[in-house]
């Protein structure tokens, strides 16, 4: 007689929300919403440069009484840089592992839901440095859609060099 596990076959088939983040023209990528803190359009004046960083680091934001580092998502992840000639970014705060950081992206694109199922191996379908970054990718509507890490973007290397 064989054994079904009922709880196992639910929780893999339950549809969980991730923040649609578009990094460049062509490539969008999701981010589990349990590490999303806010999603908001800053100002670039509100975004204090600091000297001596990683080219991807844009600077420190004070919002709500609490100072992130901002990052160039796309630029981190080794694509074009999004232009620091505009009047606003489109910011969204994540949090992983107690560490907050706003992430720069070409446009926030709201909210979907995928199932475990639907994520696949990055391996194969993206290049290798963006592998360290992903949990996988899942192809939608003829799209794949890269499946962000934010534990492994908050504790990233290029973050941490002194």
């Known amino acids: 007689m064989q054994t079904f596990n009922l709880t196992e076959s639910l929780s893999e088939s339950i549809q969980k929300p991730y923040l649609r983040l578009e990094l460049t023209r062509d490539i969008t990528a999701v981010l589990p919403m349990k590490n999303a803190q806010e999603v908001?359009?800053?100002?670039?004046r509100r975004i204090t440069a600091i000297p001596n960083m990683p080219d991807c680091v844009v600077g420190l934001l004070n919002?709500?009484?609490?100072?992130?580092w901002v990052v160039d998502l796309p630029q981190m992840l080794e694509?074009?840089?999004i232009d620091r000639n505009l009047?606003?970014?489109h910011l969204a705060i994540i949090q992983a592992a107690n560490v907050?950081?706003?992430l720069i992206v070409k446009d926030i694109k709201g909210v979907m839901r995928l199932t475990i199922e639907e994520i696949q191996s990055p391996i194969g379908n993206?290049?290798?440095g963006l592998i360290p970054y992903l949990q996988g990718c899942s192809l939608q509507q003829n799209e794949i859609l890269l499946v962000l890490d934010a534990e492994?973007?908050?504790n990233s290397p290029i973050l941490h060099q002194n």
């Open 40 to 44: 908001l359009m800053v100002s670039t």
């Open 63 to 68: 919002q709500r009484s609490r100072v992130f």
């Open 79 to 81: 694509m074009p840089a």
């Open 126 to 128: 993206v290049s290798p």
């Open 152 to 154: 492994a973007i908050v």
């Open 87 to 89: 009047q606003q970014y």
């Open 100 to 102: 907050s950081i706003g």
